[in-house]
């Protein structure tokens, strides 16, 4: 089993930038066993390494060893698909004044490289065109950053050989090429003899403090599934020379990828009362129930994020957006646990908050909560109790999906003399 953190994230409307995740991804006994540290989105607009993290998350299990996963440095920038709204945090590494609103995510990500179980670190980029030691034209020479693996200087304080450890993991890449223009290639950028560009960067923080630090570049010039299938391999080679074991649940090949970037069984829980399916969601939900405060959200992919933007509340998967939730303010109440339902004529009790399956039709016996069946209309019913819905009974403009095929069942609390106070809801979805 691996240890997997499944954080709660508490929207704070205010504050930016947003704090990062940790992941660890250990084995059964992760005592003292040395880390490989893998970062991505430090700049926001370089999906590649923030979808292959967050496959590495989700998708593998490591059993002898240790891999701590920050998947989104700059989640704030990530949000808004900017390499850095605050300047390029991979400058701000040497020095930085402390009133630079990135100080404490700079401050927070130093100590996480200094830990001492933190042996290697891998840091995640997309860069533009292809590296090539000579120039061979405008997207193949020496200042291209595309699909090269990078070291800051070639040995670590006379102990450790950065070239050696590099040529493994570039052997490993090159021996999984998708084509021979994507060759990788060792580059080492001699940070200490003068670079004062790459002097502020992440690495060479981590390398004067006597730390293994690499950088994987995929090329820009490739689709997202080819550079999230570089990371991965650069992930993959750098967990061998560690001796780190792990297994994935997928064959690593595009097709696969392709489907768990955009896969299906991505979700997010709000306020533990809503489970919302994201795969294929409409692109706008209207009059969608929401807390004005204390919302908190979590969900089973790492890069899927909550967020207010001016009047909408918007969920994006990294830099990609995903759905506008127009919100309907209301008060939440939390007394409602489970309910009755009646699917496809068995009567199951159902957690509040979760996602059915329905076949046929589904009913929802008398309970002593208002129901509010999103689709469905009949005069004169104010609560959709003692009702077999079917499919054809709801209005396709109602659904989440892109299908019609999900629909929401919302739970209201009533008192006198108050308004109503949502309770949660139930996704119905009626599968083939
Ligand atoms: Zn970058």
Not at 49 to 74: E, M, Q, R
Not at 168 to 181: K, P, S, T
Not at 399 to 428: C, H, L, P, W
Request: aromatic share 12%; net charge neutral; proline share 4%.
């Amino acid at each position: 089993m691996r240890f997997l953190i499944f954080f709660i994230f508490i929207l704070f409307i205010s504050a930016k930038p947003i704090n990062f995740s940790l992941y660890k991804l250990d084995s059964n006994n992760p005592s003292n066993k040395p880390a490989l540290l893998v970062i991505s989105g430090i700049q926001g607009d370089e999906p590649g390494g923030f979808n292959a993290t967050s496959i590495l998350i989700k998708h593998y299990k490591v059993y002898d060893g240790s891999v701590w996963v920050v998947p989104n440095l700059n989640q704030y920038s990530i949000l808004r698909n900017n390499r850095g709204i605050y300047g390029d945090m991979n400058r701000k590494f040497a020095k930085l004044d402390k009133s630079d609103p990135e100080y404490q995510i700079v401050q927070d990500i130093k100590k996480i490289i200094l830990d001492e179980n933190v042996i290697k670190i891998l840091h995640l980029h997309d860069g533009s065109g292809f590296y090539r030691e000579d120039y061979i034209n405008n997207m193949l020479n020496q200042n291209r950053w595309g699909n090269c693996s990078v070291i800051d200087q070639g040995t670590l304080f006379e102990y450790n050989d950065l070239n050696d450890n590099i040529s493994q993991v570039v052997e490993y890449i090159n021996g999984n090429l998708l084509d021979e223009l994507h060759r990788y290639r060792v580059r080492n950028t001699n940070t200490a003899n003068g670079d004062i560009e790459q002097e502020k960067s992440l690495t060479y923080f981590a390398t004067i403090n006597k730390k293994m630090a690499f950088a994987n570049e995929a090329s820009k010039s490739l689709p997202l599934n080819q550079r999230v299938y570089y990371h991965l391999l650069s992930i993959e080679g750098m967990m061998k020379s560690m001796n780190i074991k792990f297994e994935r649940d997928f064959n690593l090949d595009i097709k696969s990828i392709d489907k768990l970037i955009n896969h299906e069984d991505t979700n997010i829980v709000i306020n533990d009362i809503i489970e919302l399916p994201l795969y294929n969601i409409k692109p706008v939900i209207n009059h969608f129930p929401i807390q004005k405060e204390n919302i908190d959200f979590y969900s089973n992919t790492p890069i899927v994020w909550l967020f207010k933007d001016e009047k909408n509340y918007r969920i994006k998967h990294g830099n990609k957006n995903l759905v506008y939730l127009k919100p309907f303010y209301t008060e939440f109440d939390y007394s409602l646990k489970n309910v009755n339902i009646i699917i496809d004529n068995n009567e199951i009790e159902i957690p509040i908050g979760t996602i059915i399956s329905i076949k046929d039709s589904f009913e929802i016996p008398p309970l002593p909560y208002r129901v509010n069946v999103i689709g469905y209309y009949k005069d004169g019913v104010d609560s959709e109790v003692g009702i077999k819905i079917k499919k054809k009974d709801l209005m396709d403009r109602f659904s989440i999906d892109k299908d019609n095929k999900k629909y929401r069942i919302e739970f209201y609390k009533q008192t006198k003399g108050q308004k109503d106070k949502f309770a949660g809801m139930i996704i119905v979805d009626f599968k083939d």
